[in-house]
Structure formats: structure tokens, C-alpha cells
């Protein structure tokens, strides 16, 4: 009914092995595993006023445009500054538009502040326009806005396969 604990039998002495540490490995006494902090969030890249960039852009950090790209732009956070101008299409996750943009704008969280001024079409999944924000194109809210694959309209269903029974 009742056992005899092994508290207080004394243990096998340094140096010896017991029958039930046969089988298990040997843990080292002072472990060299050292964690790490977590690495800091990097800065925003930045495209000065003076630079005209031709060609596509593409990064899965931020970056904020001051200056002119003619290209379509991706990114996680994309600002375009005030005296900024893109000719393209524009992907990201968050899209602030302080200056201008000719082409598409594709994001999860669109907006557009009293300086934006949009031509073309916005494919979002929540928007804000502010009062003096000027906006010429047409406006579609997606569940899933950055997906690229195909139309925006949904398939038709195919018609059923007939069976014939003799």
C-alpha cells in the first residue's frame, strides 16, 4: 500500500552509473546556448527628392518616396511624400498618399491625405480619403486586395456534367 521513498537513500556517487542512466545521454553541465534579442525593426528606406528612379521597385520592408519612380512599386508600408510622383502600379500592405500617383493602387489599408492626388484605380480593403484629396478612377474594396491573379470578378460556375443512364 504505502512504498519506501528514494528521498532519502543517498544517490550513486560521482563517477558511477546507475542501470537507468544507461540509456539517457549525458547533459552537459553549463549549456552554451545564448538567446538573442530580437532583431530591431529597420528603417524605412528613403528616396530623396533629387532621384528619379526607373524600373520597378520591390522590398518587404517600408519605404517612403520623395522624389519620382516610374515603375511599379511593392512593399509592407509605402508612403509617397508630398512632392512625390509615381508612374505605376503601387502594392502594399499599408499605402499613404501625400503626392501623386498615376497607375493602380493596390493595398490592405489605403490612404489618401488632403495633399494625395490619385489617378487611377484603388483596389483596397479599407480606405480613407481626407477632405481636398483629389481622386479620379474608380474605388474597389477586396477582401483580399494584393492578390494579382486575374480579374477581380468573380468565375462564373460551370454548368454540371451530364450523365448519361442507358
Not at 534579442?37 to 532621384?51: G, H
Not at 522590398?59 to 512599386?73: A, L, P
Amino acid at each position: 500500500m504505502f512504498s519506501k521513498s528514494k528521498i532519502n537513500e543517498p544517490g550513486p556517487k560521482a563517477g558511477e552509473t546507475t542501470a537507468s542512466d544507461q540509456g539517457k545521454p549525458a547533459v552537459p553541465a553549463s549549456s552554451d546556448y545564448k538567446p538573442t534579442a530580437p532583431k530591431a525593426k529597420p528603417p524605412a528606406s528613403i528616396l530623396s527628392a533629387d532621384l528619379t528612379v526607373t524600373g520597378n521597385l520591390k522590398t518587404s520592408g517600408d519605404i517612403q518616396i520623395e522624389g519620382q519612380v516610374d515603375g511599379d512599386i511593392r512593399a509592407h508600408l509605402l508612403t509617397i511624400g508630398e512632392g512625390a510622383t509615381v508612374r505605376g502600379e503601387c502594392i502594399a500592405d499599408d499605402v499613404v498618399i501625400n503626392g501623386r500617383i498615376v497607375g493602380r493602387v493596390r493595398g490592405l489599408k489605403v490612404r489618401l491625405t488632403s495633399t494625395a492626388r490619385v489617378e487611377g484605380d484603388i483596389i483596397h480593403k479599407t480606405i480613407a480619403i481626407e477632405s481636398g484629396a483629389h481622386f479620379e478612377g474608380s474605388v474597389q474594396r477586396q477582401d483580399d486586395p494584393l492578390s494579382t491573379s486575374g480579374s477581380a470578378k468573380p468565375k462564373a460556375p460551370q454548368p454540371a456534367a451530364s450523365q448519361d443512364k442507358s
